[in-house]
């Protein structure tokens, strides 16, 4: 079982930044695969990225490629996401989740909460 907890979300303007952060629970941490994912109000949810257990292959949604980057620190069991010139676009829950396998769609097996990201114009 691993337990997620997202952090880091918050209001700022168009072309700021946030570092989110997911603190995972549990001493397998280092095994899974993770990623990141949001959805906004009325819309299904969405790939972000995703980080393999050794951060040796990473992957990103085009939408997001040259401005967000994902990294994890196993001995910590915590992975980020840093967000730099943020869109109104970008405006959403984001949500952290483990999986055995790196992928690029929902099938993940444990999720976060999810944290609130809200860019004015």
């Known amino acids: 079982q691993v337990q997620l907890v997202e952090s880091g979300g918050g209001l700022v303007q168009a072309g700021g930044s946030l570092r989110l952060s997911c603190a995972a629970s549990?001493?397998?941490?280092?095994?899974?695969?993770m990623g990141w994912f949001r959805q906004a109000p009325g819309k299904e949810r969405e790939f972000v990225a995703a980080?393999?257990?050794?951060?040796?292959?990473?992957y990103y949604a085009e939408s997001v490629k040259g401005r967000f980057t994902i990294s994890r620190d196993n001995a910590k069991n915590t992975m980020y996401l840093q967000m730099n010139s943020l869109k109104p676009e970008d405006t959403a829950v984001y949500y952290c989740?483990?999986?055995?396998?790196?992928?690029?769609?929902?099938?993940?097996?444990?999720w976060g909460q999810g944290t609130q990201v809200t860019v004015s114009s």
């Open positions: 549990g001493r397998t941490f280092s095994t899974y695969a």
């Open positions: 980080i393999s257990w050794n951060s040796g292959n990473i």
């Open positions: 989740a483990a999986g055995r396998i790196l992928r690029e769609n929902n099938a993940y097996d444990y």
